[in-house]
């Protein structure tokens, strides 16, 4: 399986990854998206972001446990779990907002879940814009320290995804669980190789 991952190239994933966008949206615009399309349309860009920042940290448990390389299609995870999350936060902006920018400040210090929401976005954005070959070349060692921002913006993004359900909801307890523990085993893992 591995030496036909390592045969495939990088930039179907961006294709694929982008078509469950294209089809929300056409969704939202034939009117497949229920009574309350801009909420069903940010509530499925924000899970799908949330999936794929979580997929881009579990390459590494894949390839520990299972022997799964999945390494050259991290980078294409997470910007594409950045893509989700800038369409995410565009709705909100855009067709739920009108962009009122002071309602938008408004809601940002008085909400807590959309606070949670701007804090996990702020971080992705230097992640993304270290994430080209360049980058990571002229950035060295520090580029990985930068990179544990996401950590942060994976949980943070779980916390969102639960505080925003009126109700809390399994699906949404699910993804923040999962994103823990991938953050903590990532993190366990860090503390015992400084051990050694």
Same mark, same amino acid.
């Given at each position: 399986?591995?030496?036909v991952?390592?045969?495939? @190239?990088?930039w @179907? %994933?961006?294709? !694929?990854?982008?078509?469950p966008a294209v089809?929300?949206?056409?969704?939202?615009?034939t009117?497949?998206l229920g009574?309350e399309p801009?909420?069903? &349309?940010?509530?499925k860009?924000? %899970? #799908?972001?949330?999936?794929f920042? !979580?997929?881009?940290?579990?390459?590494?448990?894949l390839?520990?446990?299972?022997?799964?390389?999945? &390494? $050259?299609f991290?980078r294409?995870?997470? +910007? +594409?779990g950045?893509?989700?999350?800038?369409?995410?936060?565009l *709705? /909100? &902006?855009?067709l739920?907002?009108? +962009? &009122?920018w002071?309602?938008?400040?408004?809601?940002?210090v008085?909400?807590?879940?959309?606070t949670?929401?701007v804090m996990?976005f %702020?971080?992705?954005? @230097?992640?993304a814009? *270290?994430s #080209? $070959?360049?980058?990571i070349?002229?950035?060295? @060692?520090r580029?990985q #320290? +930068?990179?544990?921002?996401?950590y942060?913006s994976v %949980?943070?993004?779980g916390?969102?995804f639960?505080?925003q359900e $009126?109700v809390w *909801?399994a699906?949404s307890l !699910?993804?923040l669980g999962?994103? !823990?523990? =991938?953050?903590?085993?990532?993190?366990l /893992?860090?503390?015992?190789? =400084?051990a050694?």
């Open positions: 399986m591995n030496d991952l390592r045969r495939l @190239p990088e @179907p %994933v961006y294709i !694929i990854g982008l078509l089809w929300f949206l056409w969704l939202g615009m009117g497949g009574v801009i909420s069903a &349309l940010e509530h860009l924000g %899970v #799908t972001a949330l999936q920042l !979580i997929a881009s940290l579990l390459v590494t448990p390839r520990r446990y299972a022997g799964v390389n999945l &390494l $050259k991290r294409a995870f997470g +910007l +594409l950045f893509i989700y999350v800038c369409l995410h936060l *709705t /909100w &902006l855009v739920d907002m009108s +962009l &009122l002071a309602q938008i400040v408004n809601d940002i008085e909400r807590p879940y959309i949670i929401g996990a %702020v971080p992705l954005v @230097p992640l814009m *270290t #080209t $070959k360049r980058a070349r002229r950035m060295g @060692p580029w #320290t +930068l990179h544990r921002l996401s942060v %949980v943070l993004g916390v969102h639960v505080m $009126k *909801t699906q !699910i993804y999962i994103a !823990i523990a =991938v953050v903590a085993m990532r993190l /893992w860090r503390r015992r190789r =400084v050694r």
